[in-house]
C-alpha cells in the first residue's frame, strides 16, 4: 500500500499481485471446471444451451460444442498467466452473459438447471436456482473485473516477458 503526497492510499506492488494471483488462478479453476464437465459430452452441453430459448436452433449445437473449449483456453491462458487483461475481459462478457442468460430464463419462468458446470437443461420449478447462480456468477465477474483493472499478477508469463 502507497501514501502519496495528496493523501491517496493506493494498493500497489506485491499485495495487489498476489491478489491478482489468487483471482487469476481462482478463475482458471472455475473455466477449468467447467469446461471439463461439459467437453466429455457436447450434446449434452448443447441440450444447456437449448434450454435457454434464446438462439436460434442453427446456433445451438456450435455453441453448445464450442463453449467447453471456449472455457478450457481460458483456464489454461489464466493458469499460465497470459494475456491475462484480455483474457479476463473475454471473460467478463461471457460471465455477462452467462447472467443474462439466467436471468432471462427466470423472467420468462422457464424451468431450467443452467448447466453451468455440466448438466443442464429443463427441470422442475422447485429445482431452479437462479439467485444463487447469478451470485456466484457475480462473483466471478469480480474477479475478472479485478483483473482487468489490475492484471500484473505473479507467476506469470506476462510478467515474465514484461521483466
Known amino acids: 500500500m502507497t501514501v502519496f503526497p495528496e493523501g491517496v492510499v493506493r494498493m500497489a506492488g506485491p499485495v495487489t499481485e498476489w491478489i491478482g494471483t489468487a483471482a487469476r488462478l481462482g478463475l482458471a479453476v472455475v473455466w477449468g471446471w467447467a469446461g471439463l464437465a461439459k467437453v466429455a459430452d457436447p450434446a449434452e452441453a448443447a441440450q444447456a444451451v437449448r434450454a435457454y430459448e434464446i438462439l436460434p436452433e442453427a446456433l445451438v449445437k456450435p455453441v453448445g460444442h464450442a463453449l467447453p473449449f471456449l472455457e478450457l483456453a481460458l483456464a489454461l491462458l489464466l493458469v499460465i498467466g497470459l494475456a491475462t487483461r484480455l483474457v479476463a475481459a473475454v471473460s467478463a462478457v461471457l460471465l455477462l452473459a452467462f447472467i443474462g442468460g439466467i436471468a432471462s430464463a427466470w423472467a420468462r419462468g422457464?424451468?431450467?438447471?443452467?448447466?453451468?458446470?455440466g448438466g443442464g437443461g429443463a427441470?422442475?420449478?422447485?429445482?431452479?436456482?437462479?439467485?444463487?447462480?447469478?451470485?456466484?456468477?457475480?462473483?466471478?465477474?469480480?474477479?475478472a473485473g479485478w483483473l482487468v483493472w489490475r492484471p500484473r499478477t505473479k507467476f506469470s508469463v506476462d510478467g515474465w516477458l514484461a521483466s
Not at 422457464?110 to 458446470?117: K, M, V, Y
Request: hydrophobic share 40%.
Open 110 to 117: 422457464i424451468s431450467i438447471d443452467c448447466g453451468c458446470f
Open 123 to 143: 427441470v422442475d420449478a422447485s429445482q431452479t436456482e437462479y439467485l444463487q447462480e447469478i451470485l456466484r456468477d457475480t462473483g466471478f465477474l469480480l474477479l
